[in-house]
């Protein structure tokens, strides 16, 4: 990374991605309801189990790492930079929840890889 990614901004950058990262996938996985529930009947079901709640305190601590990350980084480089979460859940949904990635997706995929990987390198 470029000479104006410390060692404290590179730790807020990774630290965003994994707790954004696991707080989709935990909303992902409270959204799983038996196919029988439907209507208030699978929101109770979702508010009983607790990746919701590790979700939202996922997106908690998301904020607070996207300020201090934002408030040391320009604006235009921290998007950027931040994109890389889109990448990390796709892989992940492919791994934990068996989703298919299609040609598209991969392709899109390496682009953003790349594009995050220009925008880091060269800020």
Do not use: H
Not at 29 to 38: E, G, I, N, V
Not at 94 to 107: C, N, P
């Amino acid at each position: 990374m470029s000479g104006d990614i410390t060692p404290l901004v590179f730790a807020l950058w990774v630290l965003n991605v994994l707790v954004d990262s696991g707080g989709q996938l935990a909303f992902k996985a409270a959204a799983s309801t038996p196919k029988s529930t439907d209507g208030l009947a699978r929101w109770v079901w979702m508010a009983r189990r607790p990746w919701l709640w590790i979700g939202l305190s996922c997106y908690v601590a998301e904020f607070v790492l996207w300020l201090a990350f934002l408030s040391l980084v320009p604006l235009s480089q921290g998007v950027l930079l931040g994109s890389i979460n889109i990448v990390a859940i796709m892989v992940a949904g492919r791994f934990i929840f068996a989703e298919r990635l299609s040609r598209v997706q991969v392709a899109g995929i390496l682009l953003i890889s790349i594009g995050v990987a220009i925008v880091g390198w060269y800020g």
